[in-house]
C-alpha cells in the first residue's frame, strides 16, 4: 500500500515539473517568433528595437594607413577587416563576440582611428494585409472601395496625368531591400545591375517578398496587360540585396548598399527600412551625402511605430523622409510623422507584385500563378515617391538632386495634416512633371489690370479728379530692375470740380499695351491718370484728327459705382473744336508719352485702359499705394 501511494505522488511530481517546463519555455520563447508568417499581424503595430550587431564594429582609420598595415595593426585587438564601405572610408570590422564594447572603446583612443562606431540591425517596415484585390487606389482614386474601405476621389497622385509627359525614360532607380524576383512577369527585364550585400546570399533573388513588392510599386510595367502598374514605368532597375530572407540587414550593408548604387549611375535611391538606433545617424548622414554628391535622391520610409520616433536613413541630413496615408488622404494610423518628414504618400493596402515562388511573408491564399498582393506600410508609401523623384529626373526639372527634391516639395497637394504630420504635403505626380500648372506667384510683367471709371446713371463715365487731390501716378516699362525705364509723370488733374475734393478710395491701376524705345515688354502705367488722359483723348476723338498712333481709350461705367461715385466734372465728348487745337493736343500727348520713356509707335494699337475705381468711402489725400493684388 505504501508503495502504491508513493507511486502516486512520484507521478503528480512527475506532471507537475513537466508542465511547469512547459510554460517556462512559452515565457522564454519571443513573442514575434510567428509574425512573419502570419501575415494579418501587423508588425508595424510593435515596434521593433533594434540592437547591436555581434562581433562586429564600424571603424574610419587615418587616410595614411593602408589595408595591410590596418589588418597587421588590428591582430593585437585579436580582429580583422571584414569589407570597407567604399565613398565614406568605413571599415566593418571583426572583432570577439562578447568583447565589442570594450575594443569599440580602446579604438577611440587608437592613433590609426578617427571614428569607431556599432553597426546596428536594421529591418523592413510593412504590414502583410488581405490577398488580392485589382485596385491601385494610388494612381486613381475615384472612391473605389480597397478592402472594405471606401476611398474619397482624388486622393491620389495623378499618375496617369504624369505618365502623358513622361514615364521614366530609362532613369536608373536603386532599390535596398530584400532583393527581388526576377522573372515576376511585371518586373522581368526591369533589372540592369545586382548585387547582394548579405553575407550568405549569392544572388538578389527575394525570398522574403517585400522587395518585389515594393520593385512592383516603383518600376512595374505599365500598359502590358499584364498585373499592376508602376509609378515609373520606363524606369531601370538597380537591385541590391541588404535584408536577407527574414527581412533583416546591418547598417554596414545598408550603408555601402547606398554609396554602391550612388556609384553606379542611379538617380534615385529608394529604402523601404530603417534602423531606429541613433548611434547610426553619423552613418548614414555621411552615406546619404555621399549619394548626393554623386547625383542620387535617396528616399526612405519613415518608419510604422505610429509615433515621432525618428529612423535612418530617413531622418539623416538630405534624405526624403517618407509618411503614409491611406485611400482618403488622411494619416495611415502606423505612420511616423513630426517635423522631420517631409512629404507623404500612398501606402495602405497597396497593390502591387509578388514573387512566383513560396516566401517568408506569404499571405494565406497567395496564389504564385497571380503573383499579386496587397501591403500597407511607409515601405509602400517610399517607392511611390521615389518613382515621382525618377519621373522629374527624366524632365527639364531635375537637373540635379536638390532641383528634384526642391520640385517634389513644391508640388506636393497640401492635404490635411501638411504642416503637423509632414512638411510639404503628399506627392503630386503630375504636378511635379509639369502636366498640371502649379500656382506660382506672379511677377509686375504677368498682370496686365483694367481700370474702369467712375460713373452710372446720370453721371458721365471717365470723372475727373480734382485738383486738390495730390496723386502722382508713375509710368513703367515692365522692366522694374532698371531705373532709368521707370520714369514717373505728374500731371495735373483737371475739371470742373477743382475746388472740391473727390470722396472715395482711388484703386490706381491702370495698362498700356505698346512696345517701347528701349525694350520688347509691354510698358505698364499705374495711376488714377484715366481721367486727365481720357479728357485729352476724348477730344482728340471729336475732332476726327488721327496722328499714326491709334489710341482706345475704354471707360466703363461701374455699376456698383453709383451715383454717388464722382462728383461730377465729366468730359463732355462732343465738345468739338478746332483741328488746330487737335493737331497742338495730340503733338501735347505724344510729348507727354516720351517724357514718361514709351515711345509712341508708328504702327500696332497701343491701348489704355480705363480711369480709377472711386468708391464713395473716404477722402483722398494722399497718394495712394500702386501696388498690384
Known amino acids: 500500500m505504501f508503495l502504491i501511494i508513493l507511486g502516486i505522488i512520484a507521478v503528480i511530481g512527475l506532471v507537475f515539473i513537466s508542465f511547469s517546463a512547459t510554460q517556462t519555455a512559452k515565457n522564454q520563447a519571443p513573442s514575434h517568433s510567428s509574425s512573419i508568417s502570419q501575415p494579418k499581424v501587423a508588425k508595424i503595430l510593435k515596434p521593433v528595437q533594434d540592437k547591436a550587431v555581434s562581433g562586429q564594429i564600424i571603424v574610419k582609420f587615418k587616410p595614411q594607413y ?17 569589407k570597407t564601405i567604399e565613398g565614406i572610408n568605413q571599415t566593418v570590422v571583426k572583432v570577439p563576440v562578447g568583447q565589442e564594447n570594450t575594443i569599440e572603446q580602446e579604438l577611440k583612443n587608437d592613433p590609426y582611428v578617427e571614428t569607431t562606431q556599432r553597426d546596428y540591425t536594421t529591418h523592413a517596415f510593412l504590414t502583410p494585409d488581405d490577398p488580392l484585390f485589382s485596385m491601385q487606389y494610388a494612381f486613381n482614386n475615384t472612391g473605389q472601395s480597397i478592402l472594405g474601405k471606401a476611398g474619397s ?39 540592369i545591375l545586382q548585387k547582394s550585400f548579405v553575407t550568405g546570399y549569392s544572388t538578389v533573388e527575394d525570398g522574403n517578398g517585400h522587395g518585389t513588392h515594393v520593385a512592383g510599386i516603383l518600376a512595374a510595367d505599365t500598359d502590358n496587360d499584364v498585373g499592376v502598374a508602376g509609378t515609373c514605368p520606363g524606369c531601370q532597375l538597380i537591385i541590391g540585396k541588404i535584408l536577407d530572407d527574414t527581412g533583416a540587414g546591418t547598417t554596414s550593408d545598408a550603408t555601402e548598399g547606398i554609396t554602391w548604387a550612388a556609384d553606379n549611375g542611379a538617380k534615385v535611391i529608394s529604402m523601404s527600412l530603417g534602423t531606429n538606433d541613433p548611434q547610426s545617424a553619423s552613418l548614414y548622414d555621411q552615406a546619404v551625402s555621399y549619394a548626393l554628391s554623386k547625383g542620387a535622391v535617396v528616399v ?47 501606402g495602405d493596402n497597396i497593390l502591387s507584385t509578388g ?63 501638411t504642416g503637423t504630420y509632414w512638411k510639404y504635403g503628399r506627392v503630386d505626380a503630375a504636378a511635379a512633371v509639369g502636366t498640371t500648372p502649379t500656382a506660382s506667384p506672379l511677377s509686375d510683367n504677368d498682370i496686365t489690370p483694367t481700370l474702369y471709371c467712375v460713373g452710372g446713371e446720370g453721371i458721365p463715365p471717365c470723372a475727373t479728379i480734382a485738383p486738390n487731390n495730390p496723386i502722382s501716378p508713375s509710368i513703367t516699362t515692365g522692366n522694374g530692375n532698371n531705373s532709368n525705364t521707370n520714369p514717373s509723370v505728374s500731371p495735373a488733374p483737371s475739371g470742373s470740380n477743382a475746388n472740391n475734393p473727390v470722396s472715395g478710395t482711388v484703386n490706381p491701376s491702370v495698362s498700356i499695351s505698346g512696345t517701347p524705345e528701349n525694350g520688347s ?43 454717388n461715385g464722382g462728383g461730377g ?41 480705363g480711369a480709377p475705381s472711386i468708391s464713395p468711402a473716404q477722402t483722398v489725400s494722399s497718394a495712394p499705394s500702386s501696388s498690384l493684388p
Open 300 to 346: 526612405a520610409a519613415a518608419g510604422n511605430d505610429g509615433t515621432t520616433q525618428l529612423n535612418y536613413p530617413a531622418a539623416a541630413t538630405g534624405a526624403v523622409a517618407v509618411a503614409a496615408t491611406t485611400n482618403t488622404d488622411a494619416k495611415a494610423s502606423y505612420s511616423n510623422y513630426g517635423s522631420w518628414v517631409q512629404i507623404a504618400a500612398p
Open 521 to 563: 515688354s509691354t510698358p505698364t502705367l499705374s495711376g488714377p491718370v484715366c481721367a486727365n488722359l481720357t479728357q485729352f483723348f476724348n477730344t482728340l476723338s471729336s475732332g476726327g484728327t488721327q496722328n499714326n498712333t491709334k489710341v482706345h481709350i475704354k471707360c466703363e461705367p461701374s455699376k456698383s459705382g453709383g451715383k
Open 153 to 191: 476621389p482624388n486622393a491620389d497622385i495623378h499618375a496617369e496625368q504624369a505618365w502623358a509627359t513622361t514615364e521614366g525614360n530609362g532613369v536608373k532607380v536603386a532599390i535596398l531591400d530584400t532583393g527581388i524576383n526576377l522573372n515576376q512577369p511585371d518586373l522581368a527585364g526591369k533589372v
Open 569 to 609: 466734372g465729366g468730359v463732355n465728348p462732343n465738345n468739338g473744336g478746332l483741328s488746330k487745337l487737335i493737331e497742338l493736343l495730340i503733338q501735347l500727348i505724344m510729348q507727354l508719352l516720351q517724357l514718361c520713356g514709351v515711345q509712341t509707335p508708328t504702327t500696332g494699337t497701343p491701348t489704355i485702359s
Open 66 to 82: 593602408t589595408d595591410a598595415q590596418i589588418n597587421a595593426h588590428l591582430r593585437q585587438y585579436h580582429a580583422s577587416i571584414i
Open 355 to 417: 514573387p512566383t515562388h513560396s516566401f517568408d511573408i506569404e499571405p494565406s491564399g497567395y496564389n504564385t500563378s497571380q503573383p499579386y498582393y496587397y501591403l500597407s506600410g511607409t515601405s509602400m508609401a517610399t517607392p511611390i515617391v521615389a518613382g515621382v523623384a525618377a519621373l522629374i529626373a527624366s524632365t527639364s526639372y531635375g537637373t540635379s538632386p536638390q532641383a528634384i527634391i526642391n520640385r517634389l516639395y513644391a508640388t506636393a497637394d497640401k492635404i490635411s495634416g
